[in-house]
């Protein structure tokens, strides 16, 4: 097996449950906050989703759907980087360190 | 937001799931105007709900895109260095540049871009002729969708598409599009990556690129979580309808109707920066 095929291997799976398991919150969300009525369409601080699944909010369900969608194409990187690592390809593995570090910048830039 | 309206705009945020997965843009082009003009959104949510829209285009069709083994992994992680340093200097300078300038500037890319794509005949190298080019090896292959026939490519000019990228990711940062734009055109004309590959990967880069601007949308409460989701699950329909779409589409189809939407938006841009379409 070459190292693409291994590549699509490992990042396939990343994108679609990352992908189907935020779809299925943001549906179960939109379905709760339609059904109930529930006031308020802002995201949740990170801290609060846990009771806000907890108590069935709506946005607490949304919320997780968004930043995991967001997370999604993040965790394929990181995917990437594993078998590269795992084949000993040491440019390729310098060059996803490269892309995570310019992406924490972002971050960083972005927070503060 | 009424039920309603939600389904209103999941439904019409298809069409730009449909169009990002086809032309490996991200789709924001469509659904900022639909949403701002179609919807009298106030622009910022609209940037923020666009650039979610973005990446559930970019994730949808990339899982079918990867599964086909049409994405380059390796090409895109390499283009991605310099495209995030690029989005994030972009957005760093949109701060202190007139919006018009930037607007019009930008039009003229996009014309430029679009005639090549037109004279342009695709040109499709053997991974011998460009390997010993580069002491990186990015080069793939793939079976193309349509003609049943395995198609291997090398890929050149590493330098040159690593500027260009930066570039996109800049315009990216600057004009809160994917840089889809950008990206598609320089990886067949300047790498020699065929166009659908090319496609293909750059749909796949532009999740990371849209991430960026995603977590400082997050990061200040500026996303509207039922909006956010509305858009995602249309978008989302569309790249999946798309991906099996491309399939029937040949290369020559699809460049032309690159190139037909390059001029379309260039127009909306030019518009834009005199402000005679949804103030700039």
């Given at each position: 097996m070459s190292e693409q095929e291994r590549l699509c291997r490992v990042v396939q799976p990343i994108l679609r449950w990352g992908m189907m398991i935020s779809l299925a919150l943001m549906l179960v969300g939109l379905a709760l906050g339609i059904a109930t009525g529930a006031e308020g369409t802002e995201i949740v601080p990170l801290e609060d989703i846990p009771s806000g699944l907890v108590e069935m909010d709506p946005l607490a369900f949304l919320t997780l759907g968004i930043l995991l969608l967001i997370i999604t194409p993040l965790a394929r990187v990181f995917g990437a980087l594993s078998v590269f690592l795992k084949e000993r390809d040491r440019q390729f593995v310098l060059v996803s360190i490269a892309v995570l570090l310019a992406v924490t910048v972002a971050v960083l830039l972005g927070t503060i | 937001m009424e039920p309603l309206v939600l389904l209103l705009i999941a439904l019409l945020c298809i069409s730009a799931g449909l169009v990002g997965a086809l032309m490996g843009i991200g789709g924001g082009l469509i659904i900022i105007p639909l949403l701002?003009?179609?919807?009298?959104?106030?622009m910022q949510e609209a940037i923020g709900a666009s650039l979610i829209g973005v990446i559930a285009t970019s994730t949808g069709a990339a899982t079918r895109y990867v599964k086909q083994g049409l994405t380059n992994v390796r090409l895109a992680l390499f283009l991605e260095m310099s495209t995030t340093i690029g989005s994030i200097v972009g957005a760093l300078i949109a701060v202190y540049t007139d919006q018009t300038v930037l607007f019009l500037l930008f039009s003229m890319l996009l014309v430029y871009s679009a005639v090549m794509m037109v004279r342009h005949r695709e040109i499709i190298f053997s991974p011998e002729d460009a390997a010993?080019?580069?002491?990186l090896d990015l080069s793939c292959s793939y079976v193309d969708p349509k003609e049943d026939i395995k198609v291997s490519y090398g890929v050149k000019g590493l330098r040159k598409g690593l500027a260009y990228s930066g570039v996109a990711g800049m315009l990216s940062g600057l004009?809160?599009?994917?840089g889809g734009l950008v990206k598609v055109p320089v990886m067949n004309v300047c790498m020699n990556v065929p166009l659908k590959a090319a496609t293909a990967t750059s749909n796949f880069m532009i999740g990371v690129t849209a991430l960026t601007g995603a977590v400082i949308f997050y990061g200040h409460g500026l996303l509207d979580a039922y909006l956010c989701a509305a858009v995602a699950l249309g978008t989302f329909t569309g790249a999946y309808i798309g991906t099996r779409a491309v399939?029937?589409?040949s290369t020559a189809q699809l460049r032309k109707w690159f190139a037909v939407l390059l001029f379309i938006v260039a127009f909306t841009m030019v518009m834009k920066a005199f402000g005679l379409w949804g103030g700039a």
């Open positions: - | 701002t003009l179609g919807f009298g959104i106030p010993c080019n580069d002491s004009l809160g599009v994917g399939a029937h589409y």
